[in-house]
């Protein structure tokens, strides 16, 4: 129980016990300063979890007594954001940031406010939510008292998101504190209030005014939660995710024809996100989980006698993948393509296990994957969901043994990161031909002898199949 005097006290005097604190008092003193430690710090603090980030709030400016603490402190990297009135720095394995306490009042077209110097009293109403408001005393006379004006002990104790003030108004004056609400019930496993749910169903249309890469920010943190399922159907609750990722909405529902239905694919999709969560912190193997059936509303089609099918949504869903990374302003280098490599060959592993397995198959798949194996084999594994308990078990057993067989042809053959025992240079040489398509044409040749398993992935049979193939193909050797 937070709210018990006692742990309160205890944890604020573990708040005192840190020098920095100390440190940043005597500063503010001699400065003849007010400051205050506010919001994440403060809130992780009650919920036994300190951060290394500390945001200070002073009545003046932020700006001036961040270069009196770096001037104090000899501390490094002082950025100094004058448009925005913030200051930041970097002290032992701290990172500090200073803000001038702010009256904040909004127009109805821009989530920027107008702004003005205040107090601390104004500057808590203007936080996002109570547990975000919590103020704690950095001044000589109340040192370490806790300012908690809207109950946010309380609502840490009862799990809940609550804003300060009106909910439709706060979310309206500042959508973007939509997404944030969503984003801590995700990561604290808090219950956002119902009148705030309400408002931000209300307010959803306002996310438009957010910029994209806040919103990006925002929605990468749900994802990384560790039950990133309950965000996405809070986002899908309020009407924020038809409009920040329609393509997501699109999966909802299953359609019934002659009594068959086929799986919601946006429940399917979260439950592999789940799953995947379980298994991973890498932000870009969670994406290909979200992303790994989008094709597939795209490719549904009911086929006589056989029921739902969605071929090729596998291809079609990667092909999805750079204009959904575009518009949410997501990199475009290699995460990107990692991401369409393994929904693109999400399917691949799971034939392997309906299929008997030949070394063949086994060897274009390590091919192809290259170092994605083991995050392909993740993602499969995460895929496979059914209602049939014993269903899953018999794929968790064939899944096994297709591992195994990766395993063994991986040492025989060394395919992952396979580069050709004959390069293109070798070829032009032998045969003292330029850059032309037979050096392309042996190349496959060789490579697609080696995957069939015709010949080992070896120097000298590679070079004795080049003289073949060149000599097919009416080359002449000049030299060996
Ligand atoms: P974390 O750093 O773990 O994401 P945090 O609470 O520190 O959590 P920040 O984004 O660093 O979140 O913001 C610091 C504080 O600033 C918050 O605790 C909150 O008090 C306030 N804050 C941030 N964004 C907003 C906003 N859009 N509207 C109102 N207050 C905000
Ligand atoms: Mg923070």
């Known amino acids: 129980m937070f709210a018990s005097q006692f742990n309160l006290f205890n944890l604020v005097n573990s708040f005192l016990v840190d020098p920095v604190f100390r440190t940043l008092s005597d500063i503010a003193s001699n400065e003849g300063v007010r400051a205050w430690v506010i919001g994440g710090y403060v809130r992780d603090l009650f919920m036994h979890n300190p951060s290394k980030d500390i945001d200070i709030v002073v009545e003046g400016s932020g700006i ?86 809207f109950g946010g002990i309380r609502d840490l104790d009862l799990k809940i998101i609550r804003t300060p003030l009106d909910p439709d108004i706060t979310y309206s004056d500042d959508p973007l504190r939509m997404m944030r609400a969503i984003r801590f019930a995700s990561q604290l496993n808090f ?58 909405v699109e999966l909802q529902g299953a359609e019934y024809k002659e009594g068959r239905g086929h799986k919601d694919n946006f429940l399917h999709t979260l439950i592999v996100l789940d799953n995947i969560a379980l298994k991973t912190e890498n932000l870009w193997l969670r994406w290909a989980a979200i992303l790994h059936d989008i094709g597939k509303p795209a490719t549904k089609k009911w086929v006589d006698g056989i029921g739902w099918t969605f071929h090729g949504h ?52 390590l091919f192809e994957a290259g170092n994605d194996i083991d995050d392909l084999m993740t993602l499969c594994s995460a895929d496979m969901s059914s209602k049939i308990p014993e269903k899953i078990q018999r794929y968790r057993e064939n899944f096994d043994l297709v591992r195994t067989k990766l395993i063994e042809i991986e040492e025989k053959d060394r395919l992952r990161n396979w580069q050709p025992p004959i390069t293109g240079d070798i070829i032009m040489t032998t045969f003292n031909i330029p850059p032309c398509k037979e050096v392309g044409i042996i190349k496959t040749a060789i490579r697609e002898a080696i995957l069939e398993g015709n010949i080992p992935n070896e120097f000298e049979p590679a070079y004795q199949l080049m003289l073949q193939t060149g000599k097919e193909l009416g080359l002449k050797q000049v030299s060996n």
């Open 64 to 149: 001036g007594f961040a270069q009196a603490v770096a001037r104090y402190t000899n501390a490094c990297n002082l950025q100094v954001f004058k448009n925005f009135g913030t200051a930041m720095l970097s002290y032992k394995d701290w990172k500090i940031e200073f803000v001038g306490a702010r009256k904040e009042s909004y127009r109805l077209s821009s989530r920027k406010p107008i702004v003005e110097n205040g107090t601390i009293e104004d500057d808590q109403k203007r936080r996002d939510f109570t547990i975000n408001a919590m103020s704690l005393s950095l001044n000589k006379a109340d040192f370490g008292q806790l300012i908690d004006p």
């Open 314 to 365: 596998d291809f079609v869903g990667s092909k999805m993948i750079p204009s959904i990374f575009r518009r949410m302003k997501l990199p475009k280098g290699d995460h990107l393509k990692y991401v369409q490599k393994l929904v693109a060959l999400h399917l691949r592993p799971i034939a392997l296990v309906e299929d008997v397995v030949s070394d063949s198959a086994v060897r274009r798949l």
């Open 191 to 248: 219950k956002i209030e119902e009148k705030s749910l309400k408002a931000i169903t209300i307010n959803s249309e306002r996310i438009k005014i957010v910029s994209q890469e806040r919103i990006t920010d925002e929605l990468n943190k749900i994802i990384m939660a560790a039950k990133p399922s309950v965000g996405f159907k809070l986002l899908n609750e309020t009407g924020l995710l038809k409009i920040i990722f329609p393509e997501m």
